[in-house]
């Protein structure tokens, strides 16, 4: 997610230089697997682990046929991984011709203590009793899939079902965060600590939570190292879900998604849903269906619906396409930049651009896993998006028929009642700072906002007009102006206002134009700050 503001700050009695700050923050980004069984209870193996984030002994889960595949591919597995192994078993024994369900697939993750993103599933139907006919099966196919990219972690799980025939299910994973063990469970209201290291290429770790509210949260990190971090958050309602994320070339990734229960035992069970696959070649209907299913989201949580933008759609549906093409779904893009690089190549600047990602069997798994993950959550439900569009493509490899999906949430300023934006701005600021209100600096702030809106730049040189203060002469020892350009007037709070005890008097101007980076529609606000005497 990417909220643009450009501030400056000049102190108008002195005359010292211009301070400028330009904010953004990260974007997140998820990529879905392919979907399952309808309707069936899905009951994986007990106990289930008591934490995330341990692992148990690495030889477990090799039956004689699994070590005949394992022997098979000699140095080109990767290392064991006994819990991935225990999970896919579970869905071995389960999984019909349809394929798995992403809820499915998650929940025998998380069964088995494992926090990481789904992982790339190989699942394979065979009449094959022999072990050492099966192995060379397996591991053949399997021997095309680890050349095809650097996998960490390897689970198998083999299912015989009823003599008639054999499920294969092999994971494949990469993880790039050591989770410090923490329960799955804890008591109600209770304080939990989250720990771990990020690994090379990522860096910067952040935290978001789903409350039992369904509000999404960013909770403080504590930053050790380069990729250390600990956090601590309370467990309150039923459960949270918890997700971190880290920073990398290709932009930010989700390297841990899980939930944490609060006063009651992990779940033992699951209702499966239906996949919801639709007609994969009419991608028009696709794409209506997942702005319905968006909008819907957005009613539910009590804001508005999102209008769709037929430009920004079709700037998504080509990056989908781009993410075919080069087999990346990653939001910067060596050929094409990030997603408001991409948008400005076609004519479109926003002050706000989130972006979200995910492949997947059909559009209603996509939106589920996309909602299921704190961060991509907050970009469907986000407050300040006005706008949507989303471009969904076919990404079928001659084994699965999969869709790509981008949503683009962007914010189109609407036209202000300036006079009423002017008051309801400055009796917020002047409440939170205890500070008066003057007409006279009210007057002269919206000048100034408005010649400023005209120029479409924040600068703040414009206020330094002698002639600016005459009305306001003998009545104070010194006024700070602070010139704002932002794309929602949320984003000034009362931080904008210095925590000077000195400063008695605020005067606000807002006015709305062109802004370069912005967009059109900008909102320019002068804060004039004044020292009485």
């Excluded at 301070?19 to 069936?40: I, K, N, W, Y």
């Excluded at 494992?114 to 060379?136: C, G, K, N």
Aim: hydrophobic share 45%; charged share 20%.
């Amino acid at each position: 997610m990417r909220r643009k503001s450009f501030i400056v700050v000049i102190l108008l009695a002195t005359g010292c230089a211009a301070l400028v700050h330009q904010g953004r923050s990260q974007q997140t980004e998820l990529s879905t697997p392919a979907p399952s069984a309808v309707g069936r209870l899905f009951v994986p193996a007990p106990p289930g682990a008591a934490k995330y984030g341990q692992r148990e002994n690495e030889k477990d889960g090799q039956t004689p046929a699994i070590e005949m595949i394992l022997a098979q591919l000699g140095n080109d597995a990767p290392t064991w991984d006994s819990r991935l192994a225990a999970a896919v078993s579970d869905l071995a024994a389960f999984v019909s011709r349809e394929p798995l369900a992403y809820g499915t697939i998650e929940f025998a993750l998380h069964h088995h203590g494992i926090v990481e993103p789904t992982p790339h599933l190989l699942v394979m139907f065979t009449t094959r009793s022999d072990d050492v006919a099966l192995a060379q099966v397996v591991a053949e196919r399997l021997r095309d899939i680890i050349a095809m990219s650097k996998y960490q972690w390897l689970g198998i799980g083999v299912a015989d079902r009823q003599g008639k025939e054999r499920v294969v299910i092999a994971a494949m994973h990469v993880s790039h965060l050591i989770l410090d063990p923490v329960p799955r469970s804890v008591p109600q209201g209770s304080r939990v600590r989250l720990g771990g290291q990020v690994h090379v290429p990522y860096a910067d770790p952040v935290v978001f939570v789903t409350r039992d509210s369904g509000e999404v949260v960013e909770v403080p990190v504590k930053r050790r190292g380069k990729g250390g971090f600990t956090a601590e958050l309370s467990c309150d309602g039923d459960a949270i879900r918890l997700e971190v994320s880290a920073a990398a070339n290709e932009g930010a990734t989700v390297l841990a998604n899980f939930p944490i229960y609060c006063g009651r035992v992990p779940p033992r069970q699951l209702q499966t849903q239906t996949v919801g696959a639709g007609d994969l070649g009419d991608l028009d209907a696709q794409e209506s269906r997942l702005i319905g299913l968006i909008n819907a989201e957005r009613l539910r949580a009590g804001l508005s619906e999102l209008q769709v933008d037929a430009d920004v759609a079709a700037v998504a549906r080509s990056y989908s396409e781009e993410m075919v093409r080069t087999g990346k779904v990653v939001h910067v893009s060596a050929i094409s930049g990030a997603a408001d690089d991409r948008l400005k190549r076609a004519g479109i600047v926003r002050p706000l651009v989130q972006e979200n990602l995910a492949r997947s069997s059909s559009v209603d798994e996509a939106h589920r896993s996309l909602m299921n993950s704190p961060g991509h959550r907050a970009n469907i439900l986000s407050a300040q998006a006005t706008h949507v569009g989303v471009g969904v493509v076919s990404a079928s490899d001659g084994v699965a028929d999969d869709l790509l999906v981008t949503e683009l949430f962007t914010l189109s300023p609407p036209r202000l009642d300036l006079a009423k934006a002017q008051q309801q701005l400055g009796k917020r600021l002047r409440a939170a700072r205890r500070l008066r209100a003057d007409e006279a600096l009210d007057r002269i702030a919206q000048k100034g906002a408005q010649e400023i809106a005209k120029r479409g730049a924040a600068e703040a040189k414009l206020l330094q007009d002698p002639d600016m203060l005459k009305p306001v002469a003998g009545r104070y020892k010194g006024i700070r102006a602070m010139v704002v350009a932002v794309g929602d007037l949320s984003q000034i709070g009362p931080e904008r206002v210095a925590a000077d005890t000195t400063i008695t008097h605020l005067g606000v101007g807002v006015a709305q134009g062109s802004h370069p980076d912005l967009g059109p529609g900008a909102i320019f606000v002068v804060l004039l700050l004044g020292v009485g005497i």
